[in-house]
C-alpha cells in the first residue's frame, strides 16, 4: 500500500471495533474499493470527464476543492 495516506492505510485494512460490531473483516475496505472504486472515478466515468455528459464536479467536489462532500474520519 504505497503513497497512501495513513487514513487510507487504515480504511483499506480496517480492523476497528465498530467494523468489527457490524461483521466486516479486515478486508472491507479493500473489496469495497476494487469492485466498485473511488467516488472520483465513478463520478468521472457516469458525468464526468470520462462521460458524454462532461459535467464538472462543482458542488459535488470535495469540501477542501470548494464543494460540500466531506467524510468524517474512519479511526
Keep these: ?5 495513513l ?4 480504511f483499506l485494512n480496517s480492523v476497528s471495533e465498530l467494523a468489527w460490531k457490524l ?3 479486515s478486508q472491507w ?3 469495497i474499493a476494487s469492485t466498485v472504486g473511488s467516488y472520483h472515478t465513478i463520478f468521472q ?3 464526468g470527464n470520462e462521460s458524454i455528459i462532461q459535467l464538472p464536479r ?3 467536489a470535495l469540501w477542501i476543492n470548494g ?9
Design 7 to 10: 487514513e487510507q492505510q487504515i
Design 29 to 31: 475496505g479493500i473489496r
Design 67 to 75: 464543494g460540500l462532500l466531506y467524510s468524517p474520519p474512519f479511526i
Design 58 to 60: 462543482g458542488m459535488n
Design 23 to 25: 461483521g466486516l473483516d
Design 1 to 5: 500500500m504505497k503513497n497512501l495516506s
Design 45 to 47: 466515468k457516469n458525468f
